[in-house]
């Protein structure tokens, strides 16, 4: 039996996920391209991601790391990826699923994704044909990645895509 809607967030939120994941298969294989940097904001309560204990207890419920001057071993696979990050002078290897990133941004083209947590897509996934969609809650806090990217960069957020 197929649904009574055709579910656009989801599809867009999974294609932009896409998009991310190929660009940093590209980035492992053929390095950063000119000025290119991300900053990749990330969920870290997300059961898939893997970082110590002492980084963890640092950054609870989110992180931003940023892919720049110095990262080694960007390891990419289906469900995510892997990279080591210099912590003051302390290297240190983190897994980042796809489904985990809050917010993808390249300040030297000025272009930004904001995601849906996973837990808003499952519940939208759980959500009865006919009940009203509600739009993704604001992350709390500011967001790094926002505060990061050029004043006029545009973030998009799939949001106002969403059925009010």
Known sequence: MTSARIDYGNLMQRAMRRLVAEVIERVAEEGLP???????????????????DW????YP??????L??????????ERGFSVTLNFGDRPENLYIPYEAIVTFVDPSVEFGLRFDSADNLASADAAPED????????????DEAEK??????????LDKFRKQ
Do not use: C, K, N
């Open 68 to 77: 720049q001057h110095w990262f080694a071993d960007l390891a990419p696979d």
């Open 55 to 58: 980084l963890r207890e640092l």
């Open 148 to 157: 990061a990217a050029p004043a006029d960069a545009e973030i998009v957020s």
């Open 131 to 142: 009940a009203a969609e509600e739009p993704a809650a604001a992350p709390t806090g500011e």
């Open 34 to 52: 000119g000025a290119h940097h991300f900053y990749i904001g990330f969920d870290t309560r997300h059961p898939d991601v893997r970082m110590s």
């Open 61 to 66: 419920e989110d992180m931003t790391i940023v």
